[in-house]
């Protein structure tokens, strides 16, 4: 029987979790992944990509390959009725070179993957048992090698299999609402701009831009599932017609996938030597394109906390020193939760004159310069 001895073990090898590692090894500590797939590889087409915020770049612990080559995004226009009463964001006006930068989830998960040393990244690694010491924590796996740590950081997705067995409550919600995603090809350019509109049937259609000249399509629809079923002809004027031809009529350029849309928060992030983060802990509606991001502000907090405490001569796996990245994070995902869900409400089909008003508000918005900036600065952290 093998036995490896890391300070910390982080389960599940999605973005967040690879991130968690690379930052905590960057503070210091001693860690690895355990992820139950196959090594991340880079995928030709990547049905999902990621709005990467300036600010989860620097969680990334510096900027990586997979972001230096992404596609910047440099305007955002959001609007409801007309194009023309559109919110529109610009770095420009904060002195940013973009508002943030399109990612290929398999790009970035394959350059964190190839950053991290051999000994510190178990691919194919089942968990089957979990035993608390007094100092620590051992972790079997399904190779009958273990893993002895004194902290496991649980990202191991909206599912957790950690969080459930700690017994952690969790609140959900489901929306009516499914996620379709596809890559497009736009008869127009995409003008470096990430183009959402919250339409009146209640769905929200974004088009985010790509580096090869295309976008990639997020509908959040409650018709996401017939949507799928269209043939290509219709799905693309339907499309078009939703986006009411900003970018020219839009083409498919590849499969359209439909996702489950549900939000959900975790009771407690907390729990003896284990600590949730990212879609373990929390998922949002994707209108915001803030999932990722979120998850890699909880990376920053916990490193931030850990290593504090480890400077000041403290133990950093004491449940007074994880408590102190709950009250931080906690509060900030549940402000993030709160609002998308209004949003996903407020513009639903449910409340048509609300949602008229809020379109209204949306160009009177645009013409308030200092609470846009406001606005692009918190979008941007
Ligand atoms: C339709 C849709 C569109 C989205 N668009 C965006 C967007 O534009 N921008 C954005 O920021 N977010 C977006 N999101 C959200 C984003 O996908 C998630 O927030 C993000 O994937 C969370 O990353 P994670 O690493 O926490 O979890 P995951 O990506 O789910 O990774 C969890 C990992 O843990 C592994 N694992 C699970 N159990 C175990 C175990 N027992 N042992 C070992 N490994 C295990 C899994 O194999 C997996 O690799 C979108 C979501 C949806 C549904």
Redesign the pocket.
Known sequence: MSLRRWDIAV???????LAAVRALRAAGFDAGV????EAPVVLARDP????IAPASVEALAGPLDAVAEAQPYRHMQVWHQQPSQALRFDAAVLRASALGWIVPESRLRADLWQALPQDRRLAG???RARTDHDDGVSLLLSDDSVVRCALVVA????TS?LREAAKIPLHRWRYVQG?L?APLDCAQPHQDTAWQRFCPDGSVVALLPLANGGCSL?WSSPDATALRALQPADFEARLTDATQGVLGHLTLAGERQV?P?AAQHAERYVDHRLVLA???AH?VH?LA?????L?LADVQQLTAVLAAARDAGRDWSAPRVLARYQRARRAANSEMIALTDLLSRAFGPATPGLSGLLGTGMGWLDRSPSLKALLMRRAMN
Do not use: S
């Open positions: 389960v599940g090898g999605g973005v967040v979790g355990l992820e139950q797939g999902r990509l990621y709005a690694a089942q968990l990202c191991d997705g909206a299999p996620g995603v997020v996702f849309l990212g879609d373990a998922t994707p394109g803030q999932g990722v991001n998850g």
